[in-house]
């Protein structure tokens, strides 16, 4: 697991981006997603084959980073829950605002997994 932080407090260090890590670091910041994950590490394998690709499972791992780079960071999570809960916004500007946050925090979190 990585130990750098740029950003402030962690839950757990940045995990490698190996199945069994990802899944190690999701059991401890988000244990409820792990059926979710597996679930989509059957069908990212099941169309590597089909495809005989490994894309499907490359895209997957990075998924599965960002997601978990998302939960170990407070900073993000605070970021993330707020603009989802107000996705649904009646006000148009607001609900945009919230979907550019959450943009935001996907390509925060994305670049983060990627250094």
């Given at each position: 697991m990585s130990t750098q932080s740029h950003h402030g407090h962690e839950l757990i260090p940045r995990p490698e981006h190996?199945?069994?890590?990802?899944?190690a670091a999701?059991?401890?910041?988000?244990?409820?997603?792990?059926?979710?994950?597996?679930?989509?590490?059957?069908?990212?394998?099941a169309?590597?084959?089909?495809?005989?690709?490994?894309?499907?499972?490359?895209?997957?791992?990075?998924?599965w980073a960002r997601n978990i780079e998302?939960?170990?960071?407070?900073?993000?999570?605070?970021?993330?829950?707020?603009?989802?809960s107000h996705l649904e916004d009646e006000d148009p500007a607001a609900a945009q605002e919230a979907l550019r946050?959450?943009?935001?925090?996907?390509?925060e979190a994305m670049k983060s997994v990627r250094e």
């Open positions: 190996t199945p069994d890590a990802l899944r999701l059991a401890v910041v988000a244990p409820g997603r792990l059926e979710e994950m597996q679930a989509q590490k059957d069908e990212a394998f169309r590597a084959v089909e495809w005989q690709s490994l894309s499907p499972v490359q895209s997957w791992v990075l998924a998302i939960a170990r960071r407070p900073d993000l999570t605070a970021r993330y829950t707020q603009a989802q946050e959450l943009s935001s925090v996907f390509d």
